[in-house]
């Protein structure tokens, strides 16, 4: 992060030590921008330190960082170096992962490979001396059977596999970047199919994190990027826009508080992906600076080894110091549906542990 961006946040917290009033403070700014078409830095208070111009484009991402800052806070940690995923690597994990959009009519591809026959001979003989394989043309996308995918709930028209799920959601940036990829797709749709699709897509999330004040603060979030990106209404209703009312609905349903290890998952269907960037962090270093802080390590130690599923250990890697976020890999592979894809990011240390 840049010294610059990073000293903005340091100084807020001079301004106001109270997180939980931060984030209230800035989900209030962003909305009542979306309401009057002002920038967010003309609506914040006026003893807040001013923002840095590369804050002024993404109000999701600081709403990542002030929610990075209190889950360090809430777990004992110095805020300093907390931080978020980064919007560009989210767009990176889910990249792979989208379907062909159906929302457009195909173009027919025009091959830019050259005949054999056309090349002189000389060069014609070295190319047959390689047996390399023939050109295979790209495999047709049957679109009836997405489109049957579409209706079974198993898709969306903007190339979105469903459902799709985060294990430890934080500020919920892997759907955030899901909603704007999914406003792009339908930049041309009716407003029929745009407003189908988008209640197909808030209907299939599943977001689930530990934290009351994050949950609150994400679908609020979540909610605020459909406004921006045109597919829920703000006041009155719009055509092809969800109505507010609904869409608060959805999310009531779709982010949802409780503990991805130690309990169970609340949605009845079982995701087909999910997405998650969980905690980097060692059970020993959890609770620190709190007075009671070993108790409750301890505690946790033993009821994560204690629990179990159908008679068996639900973790096999509660072995030695274990690091939380393999656990959580464990987790989400146990939860996804048989054929299921897990995206998670783990740091490269993940390759040299015994245990894993």
């Given at each position: 992060?840049?010294?610059?961006?990073?000293?903005?946040?340091?100084?807020?917290?001079?301004?106001?030590?109270?997180?939980?009033?931060?984030?209230?403070?800035?989900?209030?700014?962003?909305?009542?921008?979306?309401?009057?078409?002002?920038?967010?830095?003309?609506?914040?208070?006026?003893?807040?330190?001013?923002?840095?111009?590369?804050?002024?484009?993404?109000?999701?991402?600081?709403?990542?960082?002030?929610?990075?800052?209190?889950?360090?806070?809430?777990?004992?940690?110095?805020?300093?170096?907390?931080?978020?995923?980064?919007?560009?690597?989210?767009?990176?994990?889910?990249?792979?992962?989208?379907?062909?959009?159906?929302t457009r009519p195909k173009t027919p591809v025009k091959s830019s490979t050259m005949h054999l026959s056309n090349l002189p001979p000389g060069f014609r003989?070295?190319?047959?001396?390689?047996?390399?394989?023939?050109?295979?043309?790209?495999?047709?996308?049957?679109?009836?059977?997405?489109?049957?995918?579409?209706?079974?709930?198993?898709?969306?028209?903007?190339?979105?596999?469903?459902?799709?799920?985060?294990?430890?959601?934080?500020?919920?940036?892997?759907?955030?970047?899901?909603?704007?990829?999914?406003?792009?797709?339908?930049?041309?749709?009716?407003?029929?199919?745009?407003?189908?699709?988008?209640?197909?897509?808030?209907?299939?999330?599943?977001?689930?994190?530990?934290?009351?004040?994050?949950?609150?603060?994400?679908?609020?979030?979540?909610?605020?990027?459909?406004?921006?990106?045109?597919?829920?209404?703000?006041?009155?209703?719009?055509?092809?826009?969800?109505?507010?009312?609904?869409?608060?609905?959805?999310?009531?349903?779709?982010?949802?508080?409780?503990?991805?290890?130690?309990?169970?998952?609340?949605?009845?269907?079982?995701?087909?992906?999910?997405?998650?960037?969980?905690?980097?962090?060692?059970?020993?270093?959890?609770?620190?600076?709190?007075?009671?802080?070993?108790?409750?390590?301890?505690?946790?130690?033993?009821?994560?080894?204690?629990?179990?599923?159908?008679?068996?250990?639900?973790?096999?890697?509660?072995?030695?110091?274990?690091?939380?976020?393999?656990?959580?890999?464990?987790?989400?592979?146990?939860?996804?549906?048989?054929?299921?894809?897990?995206?998670?990011?783990?740091?490269?240390?993940?390759?040299?542990?015994?245990?894993?």
């Amino acid at each position: 992060m840049q010294s610059g961006v990073s000293g903005w946040y340091a100084r807020l917290d001079r301004c106001l030590d109270n997180r939980p009033h931060q984030i209230e403070i800035w989900l209030q700014s962003w909305e009542q921008s979306l309401r009057v078409h002002q920038p967010i830095a003309a609506l914040l208070p006026e003893d807040w330190p001013t923002l840095p111009a590369n804050l002024l484009t993404d109000p999701g991402h600081v709403l990542d960082h002030l929610l990075a800052r209190h889950d360090a806070e809430t777990d004992g940690r110095s805020p300093r170096g907390a931080h978020p995923t980064p919007p560009r690597l989210a767009d990176a994990v889910i990249a792979s992962e989208l379907l062909e959009s159906l929302t457009r009519p195909k173009t027919p591809v025009k091959s830019s490979t050259m005949h054999l026959s056309n090349l002189p001979p000389g060069f014609r003989a070295q190319i047959e001396k390689l047996n390399l394989p023939q050109h295979s043309q790209e495999t047709e996308i049957d679109d009836e059977a997405e489109l049957k995918r579409v209706e079974e709930g198993r898709r969306t028209l903007s190339g979105i596999p469903l459902p799709i799920a985060d294990t430890s959601c934080g500020g919920g940036i892997f759907h955030a970047r899901l909603i704007r990829r999914h406003s792009e797709h339908h930049e041309d749709s009716t407003e029929e199919r745009r407003m189908n699709d988008t209640r197909l897509l808030l209907s299939s999330f599943q977001l689930l994190d530990v934290d009351e004040l994050v949950v609150a603060s994400t679908r609020r979030r979540l909610l605020l990027e459909c406004i921006r990106f045109g597919l829920v209404s703000l006041k009155t209703v719009k055509p092809g826009c969800l109505p507010r009312e609904e869409a608060e609905r959805l999310l009531e349903d779709a982010v949802r508080q409780g503990d991805t290890l130690q309990g169970e998952w609340p949605w009845k269907q079982e995701p087909q992906l999910v997405v998650t960037n969980p905690p980097w962090l060692r059970i020993k270093d959890r609770f620190r600076g709190m007075e009671d802080g070993s108790k409750l390590r301890r505690e946790l130690g033993e009821h994560l080894r204690a629990l179990t599923d159908n008679g068996q250990p639900r973790f096999s890697t509660m072995r030695g110091n274990v690091n939380l976020y393999r656990l959580f890999i464990e987790r989400s592979l146990q939860i996804l549906e048989k054929g299921g894809r897990l995206r998670l990011i783990a740091p490269d240390s993940i390759l040299r542990e015994q245990s894993s």
